[in-house]
């Protein structure tokens, strides 16, 4: 018996503009050829129009070009943020589900401080520890996301340890770091890689809110919550200089969100076969 395919147009339309929001990271030049840093006092603020299709902000900036070269540091801040943190909890995973009582018993207690810290507040410890920046915002949300990597990555590898061909790796004498590396973490990289997906959103967003707050990457570079930062005071007599940055924002946090709930999705149906 066959399975009919359900059309997705949600699913459709959010992995073709990941595929746009990604060329724009790659090769920004394909959408604009103008400087996102040229400022024209002549031409501040204005609307909509032919010669600029977003208008332009408070410098007299093109928005169209600072959104396009803004999606490179936005994109950056949350994949690098959601893999620092995959690594990072993948190894406190593995060495807390793998390394005995003690191992686990010392990944737990300092999962649960990272976890009783508030999120914003460790990512500000950690921007006045090293500075504001790109780099810095990466490690401070890396630090947030890397507790639910590592308890996700401890679990599997926990349900999956007393497995037949785990026990026969063990029998035929391998190594740990060996069963781990051959057995244990690919048959538990399904759920981590759909978290990942789904972490890469939640990234994005609380990159952008770093740099409304001024910790993220520091102007002129064009990123799309700095730029909501700097259009606030203009809102009143301008409102594309905030709308488009936004929606640029909300459309790529809600396409890697509807790309991971798929991959979701996608998984528990194997797991219930």
């Not at 996102?36 to 031409?43: C, I, L, R, V």
């Not at 902000?57 to 093109?62: E, I, L, M, P, S």
């Not at 990272?114 to 949300?141: F, N, R, W």
């Not at 409102?239 to 909300?250: E, H």
Request: cysteine-free; overall charge positive.
């Amino acid at each position: 018996m066959t399975t009919r395919r359900t059309w997705r147009p949600g699913l459709v339309l959010s992995a073709a503009f990941l595929v746009v929001v990604v060329l724009a990271a790659l090769v920004p030049q394909l959408f604009t050829h103008l400087d996102p840093d040229a400022a024209d006092p002549a031409a501040t603020l204005l609307g909509p129009g032919a010669g600029h299709p977003l208008g332009t902000d408070q410098n007299g900036r093109d928005l169209l070009a600072r959104i396009v070269f803004g999606t490179r540091p936005s994109l950056l801040i949350g994949l690098g943020a959601s893999a620092l943190g995959l690594a990072a909890g993948t190894v406190l995973g593995v060495l807390a589900a793998r390394g005995g009582r003690v191992g686990d018993e010392v990944v737990s207690r300092l999962l649960d401080v990272l976890l009783s810290i508030p999120g914003l507040l460790l990512v500000i410890l950690v921007v006045a520890v090293l500075g504001a920046g790109t780099g810095t915002s990466i490690v401070g949300l890396a630090v947030i996301v890397a507790p639910a990597y590592a308890r996700l990555v401890r679990g599997e590898i926990l349900r999956i340890r007393g497995s037949a061909f785990v026990e026969a790796a063990h029998a035929l004498g391998w190594p740990k770091w060996q069963v781990v590396l051959r057995h244990l973490l690919p048959n538990a990289v399904g759920p981590v890689l759909v978290l990942a997906t789904l972490s890469v959103g939640a990234t994005i967003a609380a990159g952008a809110s770093l740099s409304f707050l001024g910790l993220g990457p520091q102007p002129p570079t064009a990123e799309w919550g700095a730029m909501l930062a700097a259009s606030r005071d203009y809102y009143a007599v301008a409102w594309w200089p905030a709308v488009f940055p936004g929606l640029a924002l909300t459309a790529t946090v809600l396409a890697t969100t509807v790309t991971g709930q798929y991959l979701q999705r996608r998984l528990e149906g194997r797991s219930a076969r």
